[in-house]
């Protein structure tokens, strides 16, 4: 739905509401989030943590989930603070983590996954 130009804009300006960026860079992080819940759904990486004591259900945020058509039961989202959410990554030992952040947690996450990490950094720095 991210790709669908209403869908876009809406959003693009809900993040200029909270961020100061320009209307062409909080685009672009609509097109990247999309271009990310397309390849997190295919690859099916949350398979692996249905079964895990600590995976948390909820809903996507803004009631978009359903729309998609993937069912709401297949994506895990886990809000924590960084140590809590380091403490489940190394536990759950994914295949690969993406992550967009600060470069010294970056390089703490590649310590602590053995470099099972790609880095999102939306060419800015």
Known sequence: MFSQPEVS????????????????????EVYVTGKFLENFSRDQVVRSTWESSWATKSWFPMAIWPYSGTPVEDVD?????????????????????????SSKI???LAYDLNGRIKVEDAGFD
């Open 77 to 101: 989202f886990i809000n924590s603070d960084g140590m809590m959410m380091n403490n489940l990554l190394q536990e759950a030992n994914p295949r690969m983590t993406l992550f967009t952040g």
């Open 9 to 28: 804009d809406f959003f693009a300006k809900l993040i200029q509401r909270v961020s100061p960026k320009s209307y062409q860079q909080a685009l672009r």
């Open 106 to 108: 970056v390089d703490k």
